[in-house]
């Protein structure tokens, strides 16, 4: 079955970098295109990262210049770096294999947590 587990998200001041981890099912992570997610109280979850199977990369304009995805698809693992961290950085953060139809498929991890303090 799809089994996806985030770590690395903590506690941080504003300015701050983390990098976090999601280590993803092998038989299908070399397969798909790959993202991160976020979701904050009261909103909806969103796109942040995601990179292609031939390591292309897109970013939403909120974090463009700040965070980098990356992937190492040896050990089905894909990484969100993030740099500059702003209070509205704060939320959970998920990630998930992205469908040929830019979905995310319907297997969510327990996400790790991103807090950034002022």
């Known amino acids: 079955q799809v089994q996806l587990v985030e770590t690395g998200g903590g506690l941080v001041q504003a300015g701050g970098s983390l990098r976090l981890s999601c280590a993803a099912s092998?038989?299908?992570?070399?397969?798909?295109?790959m993202g991160w997610y976020r979701q904050a109280p009261g909103k909806q979850r969103e796109l942040v990262a995601s990179?292609?199977?031939?390591?292309?990369?897109n970013y939403a304009d909120s974090v463009k210049g700040r965070f980098t995805i990356s992937r190492d698809n040896a050990k089905n693992t894909l990484y969100l770096q993030i740099d500059t961290l702003k209070p509205e950085d704060t939320a959970v953060y998920y990630c998930?294999?992205?469908?040929?139809?830019?979905?995310?498929?319907?297997?969510w991890g327990q996400g790790t947590q991103v807090t950034v303090s002022s």
């Open positions: 092998g038989s299908i992570f070399r397969l798909n295109a």
């Open positions: 990179i292609t199977l031939g390591g292309s990369t």
């Open positions: 998930n294999y992205i469908s040929v139809t830019g979905r995310a498929s319907g297997y």
